[in-house]
């Protein structure tokens, strides 16, 4: 039976085979039966649903994603915890010294505390305002180590916030379902996202901070019609290549995911269901906007 997609009031079937069929259907190609079953498609819908859903969950406040919730407060404060510690594995007798550190995931402006180094002892327990020279290894911007004790080994750098709007502030562990914060009650109060993945926690001036955000919805039960189109849309840009389907396909297919969500802003707009502009400052710094 077809998929019916309308703008509201239209029903369908929203489960996970479904919503790939209905990317099927808009390029062409041979639905499916079962996202598990042994066909191009069904492995190729398998592989890109993940990272879709969830860039078509970020692209948009999605009304029926958003949740408001009390922030359970963690202990310390603007400092990642033993868990988001990473390994040195050197440090340069340079001006400004360099730090070898894998993976490190710092970027420049942000500072770095450094503890337990052997050798050049003299960067131990002291915060560092850092430039990221690549995905291994950072500056330590002002600091000439070249009359410094030469590193020998050992050494842990973790992320320490030292803004002074937090001076006298509060750290909280985010929800795990947290996809995309958007403001705390007041709106007003500023706040930062520090960490990754589960290691994430917000850090801000308010007491007892009171967070909405769009959480990560899996069930596709609870998709709402407009966000099933345009998560089909979506998804059919993404399988039109690995599908064989034309170039033109598969940016027909992305201006339409394009359209849909243009659309969407504007009725929700005109109905007064969303703030379009609702964007704190911590948003376009830590890559989330």
């Known amino acids: 039976m077809p998929i019916i997609i309308g ?5 369908g ?3 996970q085979v479904g919503i790939c069929n209905l990317a099927l259907r808009r390029l062409g190609a041979e639905t499916i039966s079962s996202i598990s079953e042994s066909t191009k498609n069904a492995e190729h819908c398998n592989t890109f649903w993940d990272y879709i859903l ?3 969950l970020s692209d948009y406040q999605w009304s029926f994603t958003k949740k408001v919730v009390a922030l359970d407060y963690a202990v310390g404060f ?8 990473k390994t040195i594995t050197g440090i340069t007798q ?3 010294a360099v730090v070898t550190c894998a993976t490190h995931g710092f970027e420049t402006g942000n500072t770095v505390y450094i503890d337990d180094v052997v050798g050049m002892t003299e960067a131990n327990d002291t915060v560092f305002p850092v430039e990221k020279v690549d995905a291994n290894s950072f500056k330590l911007l002002g600091f000439d180590s070249t009359k410094w004790t030469a590193y020998t080994s050992a050494g842990t750098c973790c992320r320490k916030e030292t803004n002074p ?5 509060y750290t909280y562990d985010l929800p795990a379902d947290c996809l995309r914060a958007l403001h705390l009650s007041d709106k007003k109060t500023n706040y930062e996202i520090l960490g990754i993945g589960t290691n994430r926690r917000l850090v801000t001036t308010a007491k007892d901070a009171i967070l909405t955000y769009n959480m990560l919805e899996e069930t596709t ?11 089909a849309w979506r998804l059919a840009a993404e399988l039109a290549i690995p599908l064989g389907k034309k170039d033109a396909k598969q940016q027909w297919a ?9 659309k969407t802003s504007t009725v929700d707009a005109r109905n007064d269901k969303t703030d379009l502009c609702d964007y704190d400052s911590w948003l376009s710094t830590g890559g989330f906007a």
């Open 7 to 11: 703008d509201s009031g239209s029903t």
């Open 13 to 15: 079937d929203t489960s």
């Open 54 to 56: 969830d860039e078509v």
């Open 78 to 85: 603007g400092v990642y915890s033993t868990d988001d510690e």
């Open 94 to 96: 340079a001006n400004p």
């Open 165 to 169: 709007d937090y001076s006298n502030g």
């Open 221 to 231: 039960t609870n998709m709402i019609t407009r966000f099933v189109n345009s998560f």
């Open 254 to 262: 992305m201006n339409m995911y394009t359209y849909t969500l243009a």
